[in-house]
């Protein structure tokens, strides 16, 4: 979806919850220049910072809480893989909104992955929010168009399967 968006290697872009994951490293195999970080938990941030080793310098981390965190710069895509899912009350969900929209100009990507409307009902032991593509676009409504949308049945380490809904928006408004 990333790559779909069509944006330039100098977009900035942000992973929100990208914790210990390795989208970071293949943003950065794949030439884009402006990469930031976000997760509330620093340790795993730190597992990502010492894989890239002398590449993590090309980073910007940050460790917040996204509900709390207040954008000092405008990014061209916002990715979040399996942090939406988790804000099971409707002020968290416009709070989060919120810091989109502050991130976010007219003409940027928001790309959302969550548990689907069959996924799991728990996670790491926390309730979550499950989400098809229709509910979610009516989630985030005006200033925000759904653009492409799919299903991802992920194997996890253990073997077991969950099913996700990923969307890519368009913000239109500002």
Not at 47 to 52: T, V
Not at 87 to 102: F, G, H, K, M, W
Not at 105 to 127: K, Q, V
Not at 136 to 152: M, S, V
Request: with cysteine; glycine share 6%; net charge negative.
């Amino acid at each position: 979806m990333i790559h779909a968006a069509g944006i330039e290697q100098t977009t900035p872009i942000i992973d929100v919850g990208g914790g210990a994951s390795v989208l970071v490293d293949e943003l950065l195999d794949n030439g884009f220049q402006d990469v930031t970080v976000l997760d509330i938990a620093a340790p795993a941030l730190k597992l990502s910072h010492q894989r890239l080793h002398s590449r993590a310098c090309l980073v910007h981390w940050i460790v917040a809480d996204v509900l709390a965190w207040k954008p000092e710069r405008s990014y061209g895509l916002w990715h979040d893989r399996a942090v939406f899912h988790f804000l099971t009350e409707a002020q968290d969900r416009l709070n989060y909104r919120d810091t989109v929209e502050r991130a976010l100009l007219p003409g940027a990507w928001l790309i959302l992955a969550t548990f689907a409307e069959d996924g799991p009902e728990r996670c790491s032991g926390l309730p979550v929010q499950r989400w098809s593509s229709d509910a979610l676009a009516a989630e985030w409504g005006d200033g925000f168009e759904l653009i492409q949308n799919l299903r991802e049945v992920h194997t996890t380490p253990s073997g077991a399967t969950q099913s996700f809904t990923w969307c890519r928006f368009r913000r239109t408004t500002a």
